[in-house]
Nanobody, 115 residues
Framework: QVQLVESGGGLVQPGGSLRLSCAVS????????LGWYRQTPGKQRDLVAT???????TYADSMKGRFTISRNNLVRTVYLQMNNLKPEDTAVYYC?????????WGKGTLVTVSS
């Protein structure tokens, strides 16, 4: 069974930075496609960024240049570095691991951007 645990959320002022982490249990971590998503109340969960097993990355347009996804296969963790945060980035951030069409989700971490 694959389990994901996010951490690193919190309250930050506009223009500030946060780094989210997602620790992934289970075997074959290096083969997973990993992603970060976010959701606000009453809205669908939206893609933030993904990273393949080979390290290729994709980003939602509004995050390009501000957010960076990375992974460390040795410690089975995926990261999301978020810079120049804006109030509209306020959301619960979730990480997802995908392999062979199976999806595994964490429970999320809340990021609040406010002065």
């Amino acid at each position: 069974q694959v389990q994901l645990v996010e951490s690193g959320g919190g309250l930050v002022q506009p223009g500030g930075s946060l780094r989210l982490s997602c620790a992934v249990s289970g075997t074959a971590f290096s083969t997973y496609v990993l992603g970060w998503y976010r959701q606000t109340p009453g809205k669908q969960r939206d893609l933030v960024a993904t990273i393949s097993s080979g390290g290729s990355t994709t980003y939602a347009d509004s995050m390009k240049g501000r957010f960076t996804i990375s992974r460390n296969n040795l410690v089975r963790t995926v990261y999301l570095q978020m810079n120049n945060l804006k109030p509209e980035d306020t959301a619960v951030y979730y990480c997802k691991a995908t392999k062979y069409g199976l999806e595994f989700w964490g429970k999320g971490t809340l990021v609040t951007v406010s002065s």
